[in-house]
């Protein structure tokens, strides 16, 4: 009798087992994306239909509107239908009995799960490059028909793609970022115009915020062009003479949806150079980078748990652990980004600490699950 030296089956890598394990999981990652961007795309609808009616919106404007919020709608759900299309195909696998026959032939559940795993780094990898892409043009295109043609509001002669630039009352204001959160321009200068449109002076601010009142500036220096050339300086008193309110400011604002990862370095590194605090945007960039790459961690987890032994498939529970994972995540990160953004710990880590803890349970759980 020959006896047998090794498993029955050592499938190589993209044989059919790995073709109907991708094909399983795609259709189920497809018609679970589709489900989730309809659904936030229902509450955005019902969010925003009193301000558009309130504005007299015409039907295609609001249509227009809600076309360029469909990337940035899919960038967020790509994550949890990733993690729930896992679940749903490995407890397919176990309810057909289709689990159990694969690994009595000799095939383990690591090498069962490699397709996925290799699915799940395609995803972020597509992730990154769509949120490089797709993400910031549709995103910057949504504020600009929510702001301009939904509720009229005026650029007021804005100009400059990285830096904000407005007319206000004869003069020319430039700032190099409007901190939405706490009411902030950071890099401001005002060029203090004659009416006959020469330079009369400029006043250099390199933080100011809004105080409920008015603009009160840190620091702060004013020039004044004297006849015959000479320069008059001096530095700026505790308040700041500008008319604008941060309603006029927030409509320029640049979300960090708006930027790619590039264009978003980019702009730490010339605000670095103005002096201009970064740690914000630096926390934001770390973000743009740790977000996609959490797929493959919460797909490891998803095989840990959906694998163990005597579990069965159960749409429900596979629902609620896919929601719990994801709300966990997001918890965590938000909570890390705020202390990275307040400055209690390093940029980076505010965003890889979440992939860092979710990475080791799921390793300890995905090395044990066999």
């Not at 195909?89 to 289709?98: I, P, Q």
């Not at 797709?134 to 007021?156: E, M, R």
């Not at 100011?208 to 300086?233: C, I, M, Q, Y």
């Not at 705020?338 to 600490?353: F, R, V």
Request: glycine share 8%; charged share 20%; aromatic share 10%.
């Amino acid at each position: 009798m020959t006896r047998s030296k090794g498993p029955l089956l050592t499938p190589h890598l993209g044989s059919i087992l790995d073709r109907y394990l991708l094909r399983l999981f795609s259709r189920v990652f497809c018609a679970t994306l589709a489900g989730i961007v309809l659904l936030h795309m229902v509450g955005d609808i019902f969010n925003r239909v009193d301000n558009l009616m309130a504005s007299n919106a015409t039907l295609s404007t609001s249509a227009q509107y809600f076309i360029y919020r469909l990337p940035l709608l899919i960038s967020r759900g790509i994550g949890f239908a990733a993690l729930f299309a896992a679940f749903l195909t490995l407890g397919s696998l176990s309810r057909r009995h289709e689990l159990v026959a694969m690994r009595a032939c000799g095939v383990s559940l690591h090498r069962i799960t490699v397709p996925l795993l290799l699915a799940a780094v395609g995803i972020s990898i597509a992730t990154f490059f769509w949120n490089e892409t797709a993400v910031p043009f549709s995103t910057g295109k949504a504020k600009h028909s929510y702001n301009v043609q939904v509720h009229k509001k005026k650029l007021q002669s804005v100009f400059g793609n990285k830096e904000i630039w407005m007319r206000s009352n004869g003069d020319f204001i430039r700032a190099d970022d409007f901190d939405t959160d706490r009411n902030r321009l950071r890099g401001l200068v005002i060029y203090r115009l004659t009416p006959e449109f020469k330079l009369d002076g400029l006043i250099e601010v390199p933080v100011a915020t809004w105080n409920g009142d008015h603009w009160a500036p840190e620091g702060g220096t004013k020039w004044d062009f004297l006849e015959g050339g000479a320069v008059s300086r001096r530095s700026l008193s505790a308040t700041l003479p500008l008319d604008e309110r941060p309603d006029d400011f927030r409509i320029f604002a640049r979300s960090p949806d708006e930027f790619s990862y590039f264009e978003l370095s980019a702009r730490i590194d010339d605000l670095r150079k103005k002096g201009v605090d970064t740690v914000r945007d630096t926390v934001n960039l770390h973000t743009k980078a740790a977000i996609p790459l959490v797929t493959p961690l919460t797909i490891l987890l998803a095989v840990a748990l959906a694998a163990k032994p005597g579990r069965k498939d159960n749409l429900v529970l596979n629902f609620g652990l896919t929601v719990a994972i994801g709300f966990s995540y997001w918890v965590l990160l938000g909570f890390c980004v705020s202390l990275g953004k307040a400055g209690a710990i390093q940029p980076w880590l505010a965003a890889w600490l979440p992939n860092l803890l979710v990475g080791t349970l799921s390793l300890f759980l995905y090395t044990g699950s066999e």
